[in-house]
């Protein structure tokens, strides 16, 4: 049974920085992908980050690309983390981890059919 379990999140002022940690268990695949959605109140779900692990690529959604960075544990390769800094009020969501996403020029980054953590408040305050 695939589990996804997401660091506590947090509270700082803009400007500041948080890290976010994924722990994935239960995924038999051996190359998958992993990333990080977030959800504001009355705002659509969006993906902002994600890692694939068999190539190795990254992507960044444009609204915190050079801001955050996702990497794997160099330690513990399924413990997953999202650094972010330079936080903008407008960061303000609950997080999810996400395992089993896609990327596609037109969509972005989805997870139709992805496993999702429970989810992790991060507040940026002005």
């Known amino acids: 049974q695939v589990h996804l379990a997401e660091s506590d999140g947090g509270s700082v002022q803009a400007g500041g920085s948080l890290k976010l940690s994924c722990a994935a268990s239960?995924?038999?695949?051996?190359?998958?992908?992993i990333g990080w959605f977030r959800q504001a109140p009355g705002n659509e779900r969006e993906g902002v980050a994600a890692t694939w692990t068999g190539s190795g690529k990254v992507y960044y959604a444009d609204s915190v690309k050079g801001r955050f960075t996702i990497s794997r544990d160099s330690a513990n390769n399924t413990l997953f983390h999202l650094q972010m800094n330079s936080l903008k009020p407008e960061d303000t969501a609950m997080y999810y981890c996400v395992a089993d996403c896609t990327h596609s020029s037109v969509n972005g980054l989805t997870a139709p059919n992805g496993y999702w953590g429970q989810g992790t408040q991060v507040t940026v305050s002005s």
């Open positions: 239960g995924y038999t695949y051996p190359a998958y992908c």
